[in-house]
């Protein structure tokens, strides 16, 4: 187990300076997510051009991993049809729970979070904010929690 | 500090001897030798808990209360004796007034459901402080929707101290309940609880007091206090997880109805009529945990063969010495400054969330609790989600705060 594993440059970057971070009002999709365990909470707030994310914004506070993970997030999402949302999503999701894949092409920055599978307890810190993006692009509005 | 232990020659504690009684302390975690400050969450326990535990399985089991037999016997006379234990440790009048449960938790649920709401109604006030956790909140919010009454909460100060006089100002004709912690779980706050005991009691309030973090740390003498009902868990107190104890005082455990039906928990039971059994095995329906009983009662005689005074004299060395270095790493903040605190030390780290933090000293070997303590209205007070929070046990040694300073060192050079 290797810290420079977990807290790599990119994501000690992104935690310092999370990227898109703010509200979008109104918003056509946005949701809050809750991780109870730890205390984090996290909005994201998404505006659509169809069925492409024209624009997305996070706010909230967390430890390094959750801002982080939403920081990428953002960046990785933007511009993208739902589609191809869902398909990032399916990928992250393998590359934070499958011990020993190696990561997709496709993730290109967010393979930075590859280091947090070698520490279980920290995979919700990573993960609340895509889920929480799942639900403002499902519901329009909602409210996720990581338990 | 440190330095003012060295009075009139009390028998040196000899932590390190300690220590070899806990065999989980020679694990290593992440390669490195595993430093425990995690007791207030759950402590370990010692040989003698382990095997008293052992030797009742190997020798005594069976179910207790019900047979001739000679192991149904031996398993009564161990779980019996084993309320004797608990009697004494606490210095309860009489063992029926010594109510086995799961842990606090379920202690102040008995109370709130068996006393609280049946004879709590609208207009009658429960008054707790903000330091409480939420074992000993939700409970009295649950017999607050049940019976219309109302939940009161006297403040805190910045330094985390209960504002007494703001208590008091609370009690009223209305109050009829009144649940305080002895010792604050997030931020290590003892609560002056026999002076609030005397000024409920002067307004006809009853009062329970969460005593699962105080039982570990001070002697603990339930009439010397005037409490109504004293619940603690064993797991805190180097017992097994699974055992609890209710203590309350007999007229109002005598006048309370049972909590659960089922076996054990009454004399004779026909479809038009049940007659209950008498105290405490009317709070005490279907099989209970023997074993565990067994395990805390050992427990007690190992923290009585310490010490307790020596135990808590030594804690408040680790404590003192822990804030005094922890004071001086210029990012780290002690959130809970009060002035009478107890073996738990709560702070954050400038730029690092606790959770980090937390991960970060477990690539250490170092076990701290991260989080919000189950005590979110603490936590929404100071303004943060979450609090790192090392607490400090019989085994800890001033070995263990210095691998935390050092490791708190770490964390900065990894957030940079």
Redesign the interface.
């Known amino acids: 187990m290797d810290l420079k594993d977990l807290y790599r440059d990119v994501i000690l970057d992104h935690n310092r300076h999370p990227r898109n971070f703010g509200r979008i009002e109104p918003a056509d999709g946005r949701a809050e997510g809750h991780n109870p365990l730890c205390g984090d909470r996290l909005s994201v707030f998404v505006r659509l051009e169809g069925e492409r994310v024209a624009d997305i914004r996070f706010e909230g506070r967390g430890c390094a991993i959750s801002t982080a993970s939403a920081s990428l997030m953002t960046e990785a999402v933007k511009g993208k049809d739902r589609s191809a949302v869902r398909e990032l999503f399916n990928k992250v999701h393998a590359l934070l729970t499958r011990p020993g894949d190696e990561a997709d092409a496709a993730l290109g920055k967010l393979a930075a979070l590859s280091g947090v599978r070698e520490f279980p307890a920290r995979v919700k810190c990573a993960s609340l904010c895509w889920h929480t993006l799942n639900a403002a692009l499902e519901h329009g509005a909602a409210t996720i929690s990581t338990e | 500090m440190a330095a003012n232990v060295s009075r009139a020659a009390p028998p040196p504690f000899d932590a390190e001897r300690v220590r070899r009684d806990f065999p989980i302390l020679d694990t290593l975690v992440?390669g490195h030798p595993l430093v425990y400050l995690d007791s207030a969450a759950s402590s370990q326990r010692p040989l003698a808990v382990l095997r008293a535990v052992e030797d009742y399985e190997t020798h005594s089991h069976a179910n207790v209360h019900r047979g001739v037999h000679a192991l149904s016997q031996a398993a009564t006379a161990a779980y019996e004796g084993a309320r004797e234990r608990v009697r004494r440790f606490i210095n309860a009048r009489s063992t029926r007034e010594i109510i086995f449960v799961r842990g606090t938790t379920e202690a102040i649920n008995l109370v709130a459901q068996a006393y609280g709401r049946p004879r709590l109604r609208a207009g009658d006030e429960i008054l707790i402080s903000a330091l409480e956790h939420h074992a000993n909140i939700v409970p009295w919010q649950m017999v607050c929707e049940q019976t219309g009454c109302t939940l009161r909460v006297a403040p805190i100060n910045r330094r985390g101290e209960l504002q007494l006089e703001e208590l008091l100002g609370l009690l009223g004709p209305r109050t009829r309940l009144v649940a305080v912690a002895h010792v604050s779980n997030a931020l290590g706050t003892v609560l002056p609880v026999k002076r609030i005991i005397e000024a409920a009691h002067a307004h006809g309030a009853v009062v329970l007091i969460d005593g699962a973090q105080a039982v570990p740390h001070t002697r603990v003498d339930v009439r010397a206090l005037g409490a109504d009902f004293y619940a603690f868990s064993g797991h805190k107190l180097y017992g097994p997880t699974g055992i609890g104890v209710l203590y309350g005082r007999e007229e109002l455990l005598a006048a309370m109805p049972p909590w659960q039906g089922g076996g054990d928990m009454i004399l004779t039971v026909s479809f038009e009529k049940t007659t209950y059994n008498e105290l405490p095995w009317k709070f005490e329906a279907g099989t209970p945990n023997m074993s565990g009983a067994v395990g805390l009662a050992a427990a007690m005689d190992y923290l009585e063969s310490l010490g307790l005074e020596a135990v808590a004299a030594h804690e408040q060395r680790l404590l003192q010495l822990a804030t005094a270095e922890l004071a001086r790493l210029p990012a780290i903040e002690i959130i809970g400054t009060a002035a009478h605190k107890a073996s738990v030390l709560s702070f954050t780290m400038k730029g690092?969330?606790?959770?980090?933090l937390g991960?970060?000293l477990d690539?250490e070997g170092i076990a701290v609790r991260?989080?919000?303590h189950c005590a979110?209205p603490v936590?929404s007070f100071f303004g943060l989600?979450?609090t790192a929070r090392a607490s400090f046990g019989c085994y800890n040694t001033e070995r263990d705060v210095a691998s935390l300073v050092q490791a708190l060192g770490k964390a900065r050079e990894?957030?940079?």
């Open positions: 992440n690092v969330h606790p959770h980090d991960t970060i690539a991260t989080g919000h979110m936590m989600p979450a990894v957030f940079g």
